[in-house]
Each structure stands twice: as structure tokens, then as C-alpha cells.
């Protein structure tokens, strides 16, 4: 028989237990909450700022070239004969008369003299013609002869005049002959090597290279210009001359040892056309060599001074940052502004050349600065450093530089 009693099912306790455990530790959490503070939200992150910097720039616009002398002239053997005599050290400095050599003389002084001798004949049959025309003048008038006569005289004078003209251009041929046996410098300027030796044969089939001359007091550095750089240049001509403005721009030169030659030179000629092939139009600086630090046939590059800004090429203040502020994505190129209310803002800029700021003493490296077009006034704060921390339209905490 079963009893009816007030024990409660093993079951049933340990569900009373475990209610009254939970509102325990729920208790006990509200007590805990009611008594203590909220948490503040986290600071905005620190990054620092820095105005742009509006200051004078020159940006070098480079081009390659290969330098020249002013003036380089071939020295030929234009008579022929064998080369008697070489009268000059080679790669030495000449000048302009020198006697550099000496041909071969002995043919062309006995055609000299052989053209005087036709020359004095011909004088002589001359004589004779005028004689005999002013004898017949005479008898014509007792009509002891013809007209026919007469005119007859008259025309072998004539002839006897033009072989004297003959002769005449024959010596000074022949003496031009000679002449040329004799070879002096043209220019003044540093000689080459000697080509022929002494005792050879030279100008018979063509006339011979024997030497060379350059005169390189002076540099003319040659370069190509792009077409759509050249458009700029070519708006600053006027009256079909390469304006003044463009002739006073100081052009230096860069060396194949990246040296800078310490002369800067001035454009002094630009083409007349676009080449078609390379699209590109020639010019020339030209550089002062006095001190012959530079030699015809160097490799050099040619720097040319541009505006800033070539929308405005007058003007040759820019702005300038610091090249890694500068950064660029599909959307472009944009830099981190901070407005007055310390809010990131991305500003979309349009960039120029990126130049070197050089040093401003001992222990202060160059510094790699990218100009602004467009986009930015130089009264803004960019972010310079702490760029991961930016984010378009968040708050940050500024710190000047």
C-alpha cells in the first residue's frame, strides 16, 4: 500500500535548486550594474598636420643629347699628289693659316709656268692683231685695201684678245692648282690624327680626308622635343623667331657622370618643323666651353626650366607637399585634409613634377616634394603623418608638425 505524504520527486528538487541559483546571479548583476559608471568612448585617433608650403619652384623639363663643337671641318687633299710633309702635332690646338701640309709641288709649278708662257704668247699675237688692224685703218682710208680687210683685222684682234682671256683664266687655274698643295687650317680648333702618312699617294680618285678640325669653344647641344612639349615653346614664338623669353631661359646641362657643368647655356634655335617620323621638333642650346671642360661627340642631358604650372607659365610659385602625402587610388590622386571641425576630408588634387627640396643644412636631408596644380589652397591642414589612421569623414586629433 502507497503513501501520500509531502515528499517531493528527486526531479522536483533539483529544478527548485536551479531557478533559485539563476535569480541569484541575476540579483546579484542588477547590484552590480545599478552601482557602477558608464565606460567614455574611445579618444579619436592622433595624426599630425602641416600647411603646404607656397614657395618659388623651377622644374626641369630633360632632354638627351649629344654634344658638338661649333664648328667641325674636314680636311681634304683636293690635289693630287704625294704628301710631302705633315707640318702640325696631331690633337694639338691650331689656328686658323696654319700650315698643316704640304703636297706634292714640283707638276703644278710646271703647269704655272707653262700657262705663263701661253699667257705671254697669246699677249704677243695680240700685239701683232692691233697692229695690223690700225694698218689697215690707215690704208683704207687711200683705199690702198678693202673694207673686207679691214673687218677681217678686226675680228682676228678680237680672237686675239680672247685667247689672251684664255690664257689668262688658265694661269690663274694652275696657280689655284698650286695653291692647293698647299693645306692650312680653316679654323682655329684642336686637329685631329693624321689619316695619311707622309710619302702617300693622296686626291686622285676623290678628294682624301686627311685630318680634321673642331672648333669647340663653344658647345651646341642638339635635342628633341616632343611634340606635345613643343607646343608650349612654339607658343611663345613670335615674328617667326624664337622669342626673347625663350632665349633668356637658363638651360643647364647634365653630364653622363651626373655632374652638373658649372656654365648655363641659352636656346638659340628650334626648328621649323615637326619631324613626322618622330614627332618631335630639333632645337639647340648652346653653352660657352672657354676652359674646354666639354668635347664634341659627349653624351649629355639638357634641362630646360618650365613653369610650375604650364597653364600659366608666368607664374613660378607652386604648392608643394611632401611626396608621400600624396597617394592615389582608381579614384585618382587625393590627399587627407582636416576641416575646422577636426573632420577627415578627402581632397582630389591635381598633380604636377615631383621635385627635390635640397638640404638646408647639416643633419636636414633633401626632401621629395610633388607640386599641386589644383585641389588645394595653401591656408589647409593635410594629414603628413599617421595616413593609416585617416578615414573620410571621421574625427581625428591634430598635432601641428
Same mark, same amino acid.
Given at each position: ?7 517531493s520527486?528527486?526531479?522536483?528538487v ?8 539563476s ?5 546579484s ?13 574611445? @579618444?579619436?585617433p592622433? #595624426?599630425?598636420? *602641416? %600647411?603646404? +608650403? &607656397?614657395?618659388e ?9 649629344t ?18 710633309k ?8 691650331v ?10 709641288q ?6 704655272v709656268e ?5 699667257l705671254?704668247?697669246?699677249e ?12 689697215f ?5 687711200t683705199?690702198?685695201? @678693202?673694207?673686207v680687210e #679691214?673687218?677681217? *683685222? %678686226?675680228? +682676228? &684682234? ?6 689672251v ?11 689655284l ?10 679654323i ?14 693622296v686626291g ?12 669647340d669653344s ?8 616632343p611634340?606635345?612639349?613643343a ?16 632665349k633668356?631661359?637658363?638651360?643647364k646641362?647634365?653630364? *653622363? ?31 660657352d ?8 661627340g ?7 626650366p ?7 607659365p ?36 591635381d ?20 607640386i ?9 591642414k ?20
Amino acid at each position: 500500500m502507497k503513501e501520500n505524504g509531502n515528499k517531493s520527486s528527486p526531479q522536483g528538487v533539483f529544478l527548485v535548486r536551479v531557478v533559485a541559483l539563476s535569480l541569484g546571479i541575476l540579483g546579484s548583476l542588477l547590484l552590480a550594474g545599478c552601482g557602477s559608471e558608464e565606460i567614455p568612448p574611445p @579618444s579619436p585617433p592622433s #595624426v599630425t598636420v *602641416a %600647411a603646404p +608650403e &607656397l614657395r618659388e619652384v623651377t622644374v626641369y623639363k630633360t632632354f638627351p643629347s649629344t654634344l658638338k663643337g661649333v664648328s667641325e671641318v674636314e680636311i681634304r687633299a683636293r690635289a693630287a699628289g704625294y704628301l710631302e710633309k705633315t707640318n702640325f702635332n696631331e690633337g694639338s690646338f691650331v689656328n686658323k693659316g696654319d700650315l698643316l701640309f704640304i703636297i706634292e709641288q714640283a707638276p703644278y709649278k710646271l703647269a704655272v709656268e707653262a700657262a705663263q708662257a701661253d699667257l705671254e704668247r697669246a699677249e704677243a699675237g695680240r700685239g701683232l692683231a692691233e697692229t695690223r688692224k690700225q694698218r689697215f685703218e690707215l690704208a683704207l682710208q687711200t683705199n690702198s685695201v @678693202s673694207e673686207v680687210e #679691214v673687218d677681217i *683685222a %678686226a675680228a +682676228e &684682234l678680237a680672237q686675239a684678245i680672247a685667247s689672251v682671256n684664255q690664257a689668262k683664266a688658265h694661269l690663274n687655274n694652275a696657280k689655284l692648282d698650286l695653291s692647293y698643295t698647299t693645306v692650312y687650317a680653316p679654323i682655329s680648333g684642336r686637329v685631329s690624327l693624321a689619316n695619311v702618312n707622309d710619302e702617300n699617294l693622296v686626291g686622285y680618285s676623290e678628294p682624301t680626308i686627311i685630318t680634321s678640325i673642331i672648333d669647340d669653344s663653344t658647345i651646341e647641344a642638339y635635342f628633341e622635343i616632343p611634340e606635345r612639349e613643343a607646343i608650349k615653346f612654339l607658343h611663345q614664338r613670335s615674328d617667326q623667331k624664337v622669342s626673347e623669353h625663350v632665349k633668356g631661359l637658363e638651360i643647364k646641362l647634365e653630364l *653622363a657622370d651626373r655632374s652638373i657643368y658649372d656654365t648655363v647655356g641659352h636656346i638659340d634655335f628650334m626648328d621649323n618643323k615637326v619631324d613626322s617620323m618622330t614627332r618631335t621638333i630639333r632645337a639647340r642650346a648652346i653653352f660657352d666651353n672657354a676652359k674646354y671642360e666639354l668635347t664634341s661627340g659627349l653624351f649629355a642631358t639638357v634641362q630646360v626650366p618650365v613653369a610650375p604650372d604650364q597653364r600659366n607659365p608666368t607664374e613660378t610659385k607652386a604648392i608643394v607637399v611632401p611626396a608621400e602625402v600624396v597617394l592615389r587610388d582608381i579614384g585618382g590622386r587625393y590627399v587627407w585634409v582636416v576641416d575646422e571641425q577636426n573632420i577627415v576630408r578627402r581632397r582630389s588634387v591635381d598633380v604636377g613634377e615631383t621635385i627635390i627640396k635640397p638640404s638646408t643644412g647639416e643633419g636636414v636631408a633633401a626632401v621629395r616634394q610633388t607640386i599641386i596644380l589644383d585641389g588645394l589652397s595653401a591656408s589647409e591642414k593635410i594629414i603628413v603623418s599617421g595616413l593609416q589612421r585617416a578615414r573620410d569623414g571621421a574625427p581625428v586629433t591634430p598635432n601641428a608638425q
